[in-house]
């Protein structure tokens, strides 16, 4: 599934610099000044679309990082007291 996403996302950044194109020719002449700017903002919109689709989905977000928060307090070591270099440069630091 996620390799239809990249393939989607990359489809759709390469119709989207088509229609920038399109747009950037169009703007050069006064009277379709209009339509440019309007085929412009599409462009710029399916470049978000596409770079959306690229990116994880927040559920796959969520889901890695409560597999990694797991993962992560089984293997924290227990705390302990501040002793040798760490304490005196602490004691330093206060005075």
Do not use: H, N
């Not at 085929?39 to 679309?49: D, I, Q, S, T, W």
């Not at 990116?55 to 969520?62: E, K, M, N, V, Y």
């Not at 409560?66 to 302990?80: D, H, V």
């Amino acid at each position: 599934m996620r390799v239809l996403r990249v393939f989607g996302g990359v489809l759709l950044w390469l119709v989207a610099t088509v229609l920038l194109v399109v747009a950037l020719v169009l703007c050069l002449s006064v009277l379709l000044l209009p339509v440019g700017l309007l085929l412009g903002f599409a462009a710029v919109r399916l470049y978000g679309v596409g770079f959306r689709l690229l990116l994880p989905r927040s559920r796959d977000i969520r889901k890695g990082l409560r597999k990694e928060g797991r993962r992560w307090r089984r293997k924290m070591p227990l705390p302990q007291k501040r002793s040798g270099w760490l304490a005196r440069t602490a004691r330093r630091v206060r005075r």
